[in-house]
């Protein structure tokens, strides 16, 4: 099983920007698509963004188009999520998670989770 580890999280002030990244192990990276989840503090998880194992199709919750961008590195066996005009809304953990067919991570079915990283938007 793919072994994910995310990093980048911090504190930002609205309007800012932060870049993470979910780094993997092994020599599969590439067979898998990949995607975001956030949860709030009382709240479900909810899924951010996906993208296929090669990177021709993304995808992304409403709440964040326009704002976020995913992408992937398969040399570097890495994805990341590019987060631009931060809301104090988007304050959550946010999970890397992997399959291996993007539309099932859309609808929330994941084979791997990583163990988060805390994203704090200050207003």
């Known amino acids: 099983q793919v072994q994910l580890v995310e990093s980048g999280g911090g504190l930002v002030q609205a309007g800012g920007s932060l870049r993470l990244s979910c780094a993997t192990s092994g020599r599969t990276f590439s067979i898998y698509a990949m995607g975001w989840f956030r949860q709030a503090p009382g709240k479900e998880r909810e899924f951010v963004a996906a993208?296929?194992?090669?990177?021709?199709?993304?995808y992304y919750a409403d709440s964040v188009k326009g704002r976020f961008t995913i992408s992937r590195d398969n040399a570097k066996n890495t994805m990341y999520l590019q987060m631009n005009s931060l809301k104090p809304e988007d304050t959550a953990i946010y999970y890397c998670?992997?399959?291996?067919?993007?539309?099932?991570?859309?609808?929330?079915?994941?084979?791997?989770w990583g163990q988060g990283t805390q994203v704090t938007v200050s207003s």
């Open positions: 993208i296929s194992s090669f990177g021709s199709r993304t």
């Open positions: 998670a992997a399959h291996p067919q993007s539309l099932q991570i859309v609808s929330g079915t994941v084979d791997a």
